[in-house]
């Protein structure tokens, strides 16, 4: 189970208000994937034309081939989100992602109850 400081890193960088990197949001797929324990031996390669697919599924595979663990791909992403706010921007009050796409309810609820569980201020 993942901690409620990770679950809220998770909710932050949809909330970042500057273009992510690629290259980050490779590693923020390959930690969550790790933090939530995914069994990467149980996924499908992509297809031939799936890029986006190969990308990510590569990303996912070079943490799991490093035996990173749960517990510190939790803490990789926890840090790779805080430094994404600081570099690329962030606001709390953002109700919609930075390529447009509105952050559904639950989601802006969910981030609203670890703030306060967590007792994060920005």
């Known amino acids: 189970m993942v901690s409620a400081r990770f679950e809220l890193a998770?909710?932050?960088?949809?909330?970042?208000?500057?273009?992510?990197?690629?290259?980050?949001?490779?590693?923020?797929?390959?930690?969550?994937?790790?933090?939530?324990?995914?069994?990467?031996s149980k996924a499908t390669a992509p297809s031939t034309f799936d890029f986006k697919g190969k990308y990510k599924y590569n990303a996912w595979k070079k943490e799991v081939d490093a035996k990173l663990t749960p517990a510190d791909a939790e803490k990789k992403y926890i840090e790779l989100a805080g430094k994404l706010r600081e570099k690329h921007g962030f606001d709390a009050s953002v109700e919609k992602s930075a390529n447009g796409e509105q952050i559904k309810d639950a989601d802006l609820k969910r981030f609203d109850e670890l703030v306060k569980e967590t007792g994060t201020t920005y």
């Open 10 to 40: 998770t909710l932050e960088v949809k909330k970042v208000t500057g273009s992510i990197p690629n290259d980050d949001l490779l590693l923020l797929y390959a930690y969550y994937k790790i933090a939530t324990g995914e069994d990467f």
